[in-house]
């Protein structure tokens, strides 16, 4: 599930990359664009979904119960695995997409008096004279150098990775990186994984059994928190256009057409080389992973960094009033798909 999910992203990544150059996106919205089509929504709209199917009559997925109890784990995993790829991935991508475009903007802004301007260029003319000279010997230095040995080259070369090592550490945004979802998915992963704390915290006869109450009386709450949010943020999309109808459509055409129809061929190619076992309620899942419309988060990120925020409600508008078509067709054939398998 973790290379599924990653599969979807670096796929969605590429597409948004095409339709950002194909339509020419602004700069301010090359991120959100490529965000939108490499995120799913893989929290609130899986939760509720795959418990309604296997309350449904025939459902290929055996009995109800555990078909709750196991596509509930599977989408909490999947949610969890999606928030961790999110914060970390399409974060930064927006980040540096927003911070291109102030930059660009600024430079436009930027004016000075024709005097100014004409004293600047004359300083830069006096130093490039003064430096004329300096840069030959430079330069003749640098060919001397070249004569030096190649252990002396390794070192340099380590030297400027080790270098660039320290800046990307440097740079890196943990804390956008350990947003609260994120936080929570590891934490999750922890006691999970880790039996002496799992008997400490989960079940009803384990000393701690208050923190996972808790934690579930939460969750419970989240999803309509989430549901009214999503409304919040589609009723916004009304009221602002700014993005064009080429981005919206190729959007939709991407995560409705494109992503479902690659990701049917990516899991039937798992399921034949035996990557993927025989369990049609974790097909299903999979096959979802692909179908599901841009996740909400996104237009979180955006408000962060006050940049496309009116455009990304637009996209949000149109690609969730889509869903509820789409994802119907899609859960329709993926059922089916994986019954007959």
């Known amino acids: 599930m973790p290379v599924n999910i990653l599969l979807t992203f670096i796929l969605g990544l590429f597409f948004g990359w095409v339709l950002g150059k194909i339509t020419k996106a ?5 991120g959100l664009v490529i965000g939108s089509c490499a995120a799913g929504n893989l929290g609130n709209l899986p939760l509720i979904l ?7 009559k025939g459902s290929p997925f055996g009995a109800p119960d555990s078909c709750h109890m ?5 989408v909490s995993l999947s949610m ?3 928030a961790i790829y999110l914060w970390s991935i399409v974060y930064n991508i927006v980040r540096v997409s927003s911070t291109k475009s102030y930059e660009v903007i600024n430079v436009k802004n930027e004016s000075s008096d024709e005097e100014t301007s004409k004293s600047l260029q004359e300083q830069l003319i006096d130093e490039l004279d003064l430096e004329g000279t300096s840069a030959m010997d430079d330069a003749n ?5 070249c004569a030096k040995t190649d252990e002396q080259g390794k070192v340099f070369i380590l030297d400027k990775i080790k270098k660039q090592i320290y800046s990307f550490f440097r740079n890196i945004n943990l804390k956008a990186i350990l947003a609260p979802s994120t936080t929570a998915a590891i934490v999750g992963f922890i006691v999970g994984l880790v039996p002496p704390i799992q008997r400490l915290m989960i079940g009803a006869s384990a000393p701690l059994h208050v923190v ?3 934690a579930l009386l939460l969750g419970e709450a989240a999803i309509p928190i989430v549901t009214l949010i999503v409304g919040a943020n589609l009723l916004r999309g009304l009221r602002g256009s700014g993005v064009q109808l080429t981005v919206i459509l190729g959007i939709i055409a991407i995560r409705y057409v494109f992503l479902p129809l690659i990701g049917v061929l990516v899991i039937r190619g798992a399921i034949h080389l035996g990557f993927v076992h025989a369990d049609p309620l974790y097909q299903f899942v999979l096959l979802l992973q692909y179908a599901l419309p841009p996740a909400m988060n996104i237009g979180t990120i955006t408000q962060l960094f006050g940049s496309g925020q009116s455009e990304c409600s637009v996209i949000l508008l149109w690609t969730y009033s889509v869903a509820s078509v789409s994802l119907t067709l899609w859960s329709t054939y993926f059922m089916w798909l994986v019954a007959k398998s």
């Not at 230095?141 to 150098?145: C, F, R």
């Open 26 to 30: 602004p700069q301010h919205l090359k």
């Open 50 to 56: 795959v418990p309604a199917i296997c309350r449904e």
């Open 70 to 74: 196991y596509g509930m784990a599977y």
């Open 80 to 82: 969890a695995i999606g």
């Open 141 to 145: 230095v640098s060919l001397l150098s």
């Open 212 to 214: 996972q109450d808790s």
